[in-house]
């Protein structure tokens, strides 16, 4: 049996589909592993929105839509496993497209698609791992003890080994910035 402070304790900044895989995978090897993001779910770019708005006399209309990735296609044999094993889950469903009939059939590529929404992949890959949602890193922090994510508001979380950030490249470059 190891000891518990030979775990690794790993933070993972954003909760898109790259932080959720890492972070499964991470805690999966038996690393501790915290998922952070700022927004209130997973997704990332992978999200759905929604518009509601006053239609004729008065009826509320609502719609949704996925607005980053609307479908996922898949080549690598690893990454076809997990969306086998997220369908299987009912987390993602095979695309049923239909195509223009002027678009050339070598366009069609084999397509999934997050159920009910593109969010739903990336909940299913984080569904066991610890996450602190609506919590901005603002700053990264080395202490003697590891990293200190510092948060929105001033509160710390930590300390880290490691820090894995799995954001858009001006996102990280706030938090990479002095270090």
């Given at each position: ?72 296609t898949a080549r690598q044999p690893r990454f ?100």
């Amino acid at each position: 049996m190891s000891d518990p402070k030979d775990t690794k304790r790993i933070a993972v900044v954003g909760a898109g589909i790259a932080g959720a895989a890492c972070a499964a995978s991470l805690q999966q090897a038996g690393v501790q592993v915290t998922l952070f993001d700022k927004s209130r779910g997973v997704g990332g770019r992978m999200s759905t929105r929604r518009a509601a708005w006053a239609g004729e006399g008065g009826n509320e209309c609502t719609v949704e839509f996925d607005h980053g990735a609307q479908a996922i296609t898949a080549r690598q044999p690893r990454f076809r496993a997990l969306l086998a094993r997220a369908e299987a889950a009912g987390a993602v469903a095979h695309w049923q497209h239909r195509v223009h009939a002027e678009w050339p059939a070598a366009a069609v590529r084999e397509a999934w698609v997050a159920t009910p929404g593109m969010p739903a992949l990336v909940r299913h890959l984080a569904r066991d791992v610890p996450l602190r949602l609506a919590q901005a890193v603002q700053r990264l922090h080395r202490t003697a003890e590891g990293w200190q994510l510092v948060l929105a508001g001033g509160e710390l979380a930590g300390p880290f080994d490691q820090v894995m950030l799995a954001l858009p490249p001006a996102q990280a470059a706030v938090l990479l910035a002095g270090h």
